[in-house]
């Protein structure tokens, strides 16, 4: 067998130009350092979709009631307008009675 320092077997350290090493071994402390990070992660992760969901349930909330409250506002409007309208033809009646009254006192003479 070769063992020459450009061939490292499997588990020898891999001294990197720089000064740096790489051990091409992989131990459990590996493994739990991964876990311990990818886990958290993962469960951030998930609260933040099921946040966003809530959030996007929300707005659809706001604007099913945002659409309900145009409507009444809509219909209460028509019904002011309605009101407004049969109340200017019941001051128009009054002043066309009041017209009337008027011209026959004018055709009878009356002071």
Known sequence: MDDSPET??????????????????FNLGHVLTVAAILGPLFIWGSTVESRLSVVERMQVEQGNRADRNMVELKDRMDRDRMAVDAAFRDVKDWLKAIRDEVARKQERGAP
Do not use: A, I, L
Not at 15 to 20: C, E
């Open 8 to 25: 490292p077997r499997s588990n020898e350290v891999v001294h990197m130009p720089g000064g740096w090493r790489f051990d091409k071994t």
